[in-house]
């Protein structure tokens, strides 16, 4: 079943974050120049203010935590997968586990997704990142200028950032 409308979902949403510092921003001549008119964009911060999840209202849900970037689209389905991710990194059980390599003496992203946990703990980073590490070029990258994994969650304690050496 599809969702007529993101701000039908607003309060509901916000109810979420209850907990939290959160604020609601609409279309401004500052930071949210870019949104368009009926758009809004929810900021939450975490405990100690170190961390920020973005949830944009507009024609799909889109969230934003660490370097990971999501839409979900207007359905009951997709809803309720945005409702468990975010309540599940708010719960710091899933986070963001994000994949860069050097380039010019910069970080260049390769990739995102959540990441629980367990799997930070478990599994090593050719099995957290099966799907960079599938694409030739970024292998390549990685192998010959080295790089860097980066796991954030919402309580800031369970972050960690490991080092790829060279010739992976």
Do not use: P
């Amino acid at each position: 079943m599809d969702i007529e409308s993101t701000l039908d979902k607003k309060e509901e949403l916000c109810k979420l974050f209850e907990e939290y510092l959160y604020e609601i921003h609409q279309k401004d001549q500052g930071e949210y120049h870019y949104l368009d008119e009926d758009d809004i964009c929810i900021t939450v911060k975490n405990s100690d203010e170190s961390k920020v999840l973005y949830l944009y209202l507009n024609e799909e849900f889109t969230l934003t935590f660490g370097s990971f970037h999501s839409h979900y689209h207007c359905s009951e389905y997709d809803y309720e997968e945005l409702v468990t991710d975010i309540r599940e990194i708010i719960k710091s059980n899933i986070g963001a586990a994000s994949i860069y390599h050097y380039y010019d003496g910069k970080l260049n992203w390769l990739g995102s997704h959540l990441v629980s946990i367990e799997e930070t703990e478990t599994k090593n980073v050719k099995q957290v990142f099966q799907h960079v590490f599938s694409v030739k070029d970024f292998q390549n990258d990685l192998t010959q200028y080295g790089g860097e994994v980066h796991y954030e969650f919402w309580d800031s304690r369970y972050d960690k950032t490991l080092m790829i050496d060279k010739n992976v």
